[in-house]
């Protein structure tokens, strides 16, 4: 992903995984396919596909979470068998910065895993609500 902003508003592009961006002035670029010739001259050769989206937003890219826009694009949802779903949530995490990258079972009889990391490169704390 890559993000322009200023105080009151930005634009960001957001990605199924593409590295090259490049920002000139008022124009954002990015790059699709690669051409190497080393290690593997065919690297892109072929049929590609790609995903991108254009997301305008207000503020900086911490107050619109882009890092947490970009994950959800990327990983959507994963609905297990069994739940109602719907608007409520039975975990919360606090602090926006901090996102949960897995939820799991920590194995026998230890109760729940969970995976977290920060998106905006702080020093930070968060709460946890079950």
């Known amino acids: 992903m890559v993000d322009v902003w200023d105080p009151d508003y930005g634009i960001a592009i957001i ?7 490049s ?9 699709l396919l690669r051409s190497p010739i080393y290690p593997n001259p065919f690297l892109d050769y ?14 900086d890219w911490r107050t619109a979470q882009v890092p947490r826009r970009a994950y ?3 990983q959507p949802p994963i609905v297990v068998e069994g739940t109602a779903g719907g ?18 079972w920590g194995g026998e009889d230890s109760g729940i895993a969970l ?4 998106t905006y490169g702080i020093n930070t704390c ?5």
Not at 23 to 31: F, L, R
Not at 46 to 59: D, E, M, R, S, V
């Open 87 to 104: 608007d409520s949530s039975f975990l919360e995490i606090t602090n926006p910065a901090i996102m949960l990258e897995v939820l799991k």
């Open 72 to 74: 959800e694009f990327n």
């Open 126 to 130: 968060t709460g946890i609500k079950a």
């Open 46 to 59: 072929g049929h590609n596909k790609f995903t991108y989206a254009i997301y305008p937003h207000l503020g």
């Open 23 to 31: 920002v000139e002035e008022n124009t954002i670029a990015i790059t």
């Open 15 to 21: 990605n199924d995984g593409r590295q090259g961006y």
């Open 115 to 118: 995976r977290l990391y920060e």
